[in-house]
């Protein structure tokens, strides 16, 4: 009985049995695609798995007798797409190259083509490479890359350099800057409203500020003073604007002038800027308190308590802060409104003589009647400009009903308010509304008795202005309404609301913007734009 075979040695025979028959089959099919040729050096036969079109090549250039190309030397003769321009212009090689038409002399010594060989291994492919053909490659050409909005690279050094310098202006000389202006712009109405220049020294240092006025264009704006300051500082000039925009009171949800102290803010909410000229009262009973829903700004305030509920927090009144100190914006001795001295009855004035009632219709007409004629005239308010109801100084005017329009009404006398005196598209509701209603008196803005309003609340849209008082008539009625303005209210002084009505204000923004035409300015210019930057100016 024959002995076994190990398994490891049978493995070992296989494998050396099929790698001999793999070695022979591929001699075979070289030879035979070689055709046979007498003295082919069967060491050149290469085993390495090469791709169909490598293998293509390679047999071609058997058959032809084309040596095989050298390891490492570059097959095309330009690059398929021009590599990127190197970052630094400085570092780029520029060789001297043949003119046209010329050819370069061959060189083909073994010490060449060994250099030749490096460089072409090790250069770029955009730069100049020369080898045993003598061939040369161009440089492409170099285009600036365009950025957004059409502007190239080799642009933004030009740019660069056409801005200005600036500085920072450290916060605390931005302070003096601001408290210096303000100074200045103080009287600034007293003296007539001119362009001056103001120079100010402060610790070795020299500032000028050269005030330049711009008035409104219209009735409807406000003025503005631009402020250019210029520092000197070792031998260079620093300057920087300011522009300042002038404060109409309609600017205010609430500004009174004069706060009388036998009056004390209650159940009433504002929402926008309230200031007082003099100290205001707080008070506060059985829960309730008032709400500044705005920036407050007057010389001083006092609580009022009293009842189980006598102890206010600040924080909980004062939504937006308080600031106390501050100095008091004057409030003109004359309204500055004039009518023509020719009344034309096509223009956009009408005039009153005599007490008169007034209703706005929200079809864009009002309808009047005097105490003199029972009579009701019926006119109607122009689509482009602004009407102007000018009252003498014996025509009280009483006004009610829905504006449609722009319109301004002007008392020598009193304004008495006898119902509702509203929008007729609510700014609130509509982007676009466009109404706006200026009451102005030389003396008091009113509203009338209870049995004149009736029972329950009253709203008023309009930036009101009564340069003596605003004034509820018999407040003392018990009636548990609220008084709405929306728009802004101003007076020399208040009367008490309740317990007839609780005040609720609400600025309307729009006046912000824009101001009801011919309504009131304060001698105040506030800042509204400054870059806080010192811009540096070539030295002298």
């Known amino acids: 009985m024959p002995s076994p075979v190990h398994f490891k040695n049978s493995l070992l025979l296989s494998i050396s049995l099929h790698a001999g028959l793999f070695v ?31 293998e293509r090549e390679h047999m071609s250039r058997l058959d032809t007798g084309e040596p095989e190309p050298r390891q490492g030397a570059t097959e095309s003769a330009l690059p398929a797409s021009p590599a990127p321009a190197p970052e630094n212009a400085d570092d780029r090689t520029n060789p001297t190259l043949p003119d046209e038409g010329t050819q370069p002399p061959a ?44 502007t190239a690279l080799q642009d933004i050094d030009q740019q660069m ?47 000028i500020f050269a005030l330049r006025h711009k008035p409104s264009d219209s009735g409807e704006g406000f003025d ?6 210029t520092k000197k500082e070792q031998g260079t000039n620093l300057t920087t604007e300011m522009r300042l925009q002038r404060l109409a009171f309609s600017h205010f949800a609430k500004f009174i002038n004069y706060w009388d102290p036998n009056v004390a803010v209650h159940d009433d909410e504002f929402e926008g800027r309230f200031h007082s000229n003099t100290p205001f009262r707080i008070s506060n009973s059985r829960g309730t308190r008032p709400r500044f829903r705005g920036k407050v700004t007057a010389p001083d305030y006092r609580f009022a308590t009293s009842g189980l509920w006598s102890f206010m927090q600040e924080d909980s009144i004062f939504l937006e802060g308080i600031e106390t100190g501050v100095k008091a914006i004057r409030m003109p001795d004359k309204i500055a409104i004039t009518a023509p001295e020719e009344r034309q009855p096509d223009s956009t004035f009408c005039f009153f003589d005599d007490e008169t009632w007034i209703t706005f ?85 009113e509203i009338a008795p209870p049995k004149v309003t009736g029972p329950g609340d009253l709203r008023i849209h309009a930036a009101i202005f009564a340069r003596r008082q605003f004034k509820v008539r018999q407040f003392y009625k018990k009636n548990s309404g609220r008084l709405y303005v929306y728009g802004s209210l101003t007076a020399g002084t ?21 101001r009801p035409a011919h ?22």
């Not at 503005?224 to 300051?229: Q, T, W």
């Not at 208040?494 to 824009?514: C, H, M, N, V």
């Not at 304060?522 to 930057?533: G, I, K």
């Open 24 to 54: 022979l089959a591929a001699v075979m099919v070289a030879l035979l695609r070689s055709g046979s040729e007498p003295g082919m050096d069967i060491d050149s036969i290469d085993f390495a798995f090469i791709p169909a079109q490598e």
């Open 107 to 150: 060189t083909a010594t073994a010490g060449v083509e060994g250099k030749n060989e490096a460089l072409a291994s090790d250069t770029p492919n955009y730069m100049p490479v020369e080898t045993d053909r003598a061939e040369v490659h161009s440089i492409p050409e170099y285009h600036p890359v365009p950025l957004r909005g059409g």
């Open 161 to 207: 350099s056409l801005q200005e310098a600036t500085l920072q202006i450290p916060e605390n000389e931005q302070n003096k800057l601001l408290q210096r202006v303000q100074k200045i712009t103080e009287n600034y109405e007293q003296n007539h409203q001119r362009d001056m220049t103001v120079t100010w020294r402060n610790k070795g240092r020299e500032y």
């Open 224 to 229: 503005e003073l631009v402020v250019k300051i």
């Open 361 to 445: 219709h929200s079809d864009g007409t009002f309808s009047q009647r005097s105490r003199s004629e029972n009579k009701s005239r019926q006119r109607r308010i122009p689509q482009q400009g602004v009407l102007l109801l000018y009252g003498e100084k014996s025509a009280p005017l009483h006004v009610r009903g829905v504006v449609c329009g722009k319109v301004m009404v002007y008392s020598k006398n009193k304004i008495i308010i006898e119902d509702d005196l509203i929008y007729k598209r609510h700014p609130e509701l509509y982007h676009d509304a466009d109404d706006y209603l200026g009451l102005v008196s030389e003396k008091d803005v």
């Open 494 to 514: 208040i009367s008490a609301t309740e317990p007839r009505y609780g005040t609720r204000i609400r600025f309307d923004k729009r006046l912000q913007q824009r």
């Open 519 to 540: 309504f009131p300015l304060t001698n105040r210019f506030e800042l509204s734009d400054w870059q806080r930057r010192w811009r540096v100016q070539p030295r002298e």
